[in-house]
Nanobody, 118 residues
Framework: QVRLVESGGGLVQAGGSLRLSCAAS????????MGWFRQKPGKERDFVAG????????DYTDSVKGRFTISRDSDKNTVYLQMSSLKPEDTAVYYC???????????WGQGTQVTVSS
């Protein structure tokens, strides 16, 4: 199993920035990807950004392209999400997730709340 611990959420005004972190421990040697998902009130959990652990190639959902940047620190088994130009519609609980053999696992962190006020 893997343990994922997110941090960095909070309350920010529209246009502001936040940086989320997710530290992985346990079964980390075979990770192929790490990523961020978010869940808005009353909605399903959706993909936000992901990064290939080996190559560093990243992918984003269209609504955050140009505003969010995912990065990784392989030595620390940590993934980051730098969020800029935040909008009220970015308000959600943000979760970290890992993939093995290019398939997203069922392991989730506890989530971190991001609230963007208008």
């Amino acid at each position: 199993q893997v343990r994922l611990v997110e941090s960095g959420g909070g309350l920010v005004q529209a246009g502001g920035s936040l940086r989320l972190s997710c530290a992985a421990s346990g079964r980390t040697s075979s990770m192929t990807h790490m990523g961020w998902f978010r869940q808005k009130p009353g909605k399903e959990r959706d993909f936000v950004a992901g990064i290939n652990w080996g190559s560093g190639i990243s992918d984003y959902t269209d609504s955050v392209k140009g505003r969010f940047t995912i990065s990784r620190d392989s030595d620390k088994n940590t993934v980051y999400l730098q969020m800029s130009s935040l909008k009220p519609e970015d308000t959600a609980v943000y979760y970290c997730r890992v993939a093995y053999i290019n398939v997203w696992s069922d392991f989730w962190g506890q989530g971190t709340q991001v609230t963007v006020s208008s």
